[in-house]
């Protein structure tokens, strides 16, 4: 197996995960508590609102049933962010919502499809000054559900900063220990580590044409972004996904 010569780290990182993603093989990994933001408001809490303003359906209600349902998209977003430790540098480099939007879609975390929906009509009903049409409203309601089962899922999965796996493509990837009574472990390794604190990932391996350490982090926000990707493919692959649908999002 030969991995071609390529310039980027997004481009060898994912060369890397196409050329030897059949052969990888989970061996373990490592929690950290998700540190959460401390609002007094969560995205579940403005959609218990939303929902009873919806029950009521008179125009004030409809009206108010909106802005509550942007609330929990915001505070769903921000709140992702502070996850991963990057709440404070969207802020600084003034990211409003279209381009925190963009994050999410080039991190794999959301499809693009569905969250150019979801901002069309959040657009519409914010600034037509129209009543909204109660079948558009219950649309939205359900979108934004479904947006933060989505974002809720995907935090508890990068919870899981450290993953090691095992490259295994013959008996011949095994090595022996002695000192562990003849126990095989493979000879060639990739690990993923999410640094919450420095918001920064690194992904790194060894194979028969050497070792190699990749860091990515918000100094390039497209290259993080893809690596924040394939950490996520990666940790639906498991229970989820298949390695053909994972290779679709890769090229």
């Given at each position: 197996m030969t991995i071609p010569n390529v310039?980027?780290?997004?481009?060898?990182?994912?060369?890397?995960?196409?050329?030897?993603?059949?052969?990888?093989?989970?061996?373990?990994?490592?929690?950290?508590?998700?540190?959460?933001?401390h609002f007094k408001l969560y995205p579940r809490d403005y959609i218990g609102f939303a929902e009873l303003e919806l029950q009521?359906?008179?125009?004030?209600s409809l009206i108010n049933c909106i802005a509550h349902l942007k609330r929990a998209v915001d505070c769903q977003?921000?709140?992702?962010?502070?996850?991963?430790?990057?709440?404070?540098?969207?802020k600084k480099r003034n990211l409003k919502f279209d381009k925190k939007l963009e994050f999410l879609e080039a991190s794999g975390v959301f499809s693009g499809r569905t969250l150019s929906r979801l901002n069309a009509i959040r657009n519409r009903m914010e600034h037509d000054y129209e009543i909204p049409e109660i079948h558009d409203l219950?649309?939205?309601?359900?979108?934004?559900?479904?947006?933060?089962?989505?974002?809720?899922?995907?935090?508890?999965?990068?919870?899981?900063?450290?993953?090691?796996?095992l490259i295994v493509r013959s008996d011949e990837d095994y090595e022996d220990l002695k000192e562990f009574d003849g126990m095989k472990i493979a000879k060639y390794w990739?690990?993923?580590?999410?640094?919450?604190?420095?918001?920064?990932?690194?992904?790194e391996w060894k194979t028969e044409v050497g070792e190699k350490s990749l860091v990515a982090d918000t100094s390039d926000i497209e290259e993080f972004a893809y690596f924040l990707r394939v950490l996520?493919?990666?940790?639906?692959?498991?229970?989820?996904?298949?390695?053909?649908?994972?290779?679709?999002q890769l090229e």
């Amino acid at each position: 197996m030969t991995i071609p010569n390529v310039s980027s780290q997004k481009e060898l990182l994912k060369q890397f995960v196409l050329s030897n993603l059949k052969h990888l093989v989970e061996d373990s990994g490592g929690l950290e508590a998700i540190s959460l933001p401390h609002f007094k408001l969560y995205p579940r809490d403005y959609i218990g609102f939303a929902e009873l303003e919806l029950q009521t359906r008179d125009n004030r209600s409809l009206i108010n049933c909106i802005a509550h349902l942007k609330r929990a998209v915001d505070c769903q977003l921000d709140s992702f962010l502070h996850v991963l430790g990057l709440a404070k540098i969207f802020k600084k480099r003034n990211l409003k919502f279209d381009k925190k939007l963009e994050f999410l879609e080039a991190s794999g975390v959301f499809s693009g499809r569905t969250l150019s929906r979801l901002n069309a009509i959040r657009n519409r009903m914010e600034h037509d000054y129209e009543i909204p049409e109660i079948h558009d409203l219950e649309a939205y309601f359900d979108l934004v559900v479904a947006f933060v089962s989505v974002m809720e899922r995907t935090i508890l999965i990068i919870g899981q900063n450290e993953r090691e796996y095992l490259i295994v493509r013959s008996d011949e990837d095994y090595e022996d220990l002695k000192e562990f009574d003849g126990m095989k472990i493979a000879k060639y390794w990739f690990t993923i580590t999410y640094d919450f604190a420095k918001s920064r990932i690194t992904m790194e391996w060894k194979t028969e044409v050497g070792e190699k350490s990749l860091v990515a982090d918000t100094s390039d926000i497209e290259e993080f972004a893809y690596f924040l990707r394939v950490l996520i493919l990666l940790s639906q692959r498991d229970a989820f996904a298949s390695d053909k649908y994972i290779i679709s999002q890769l090229e």
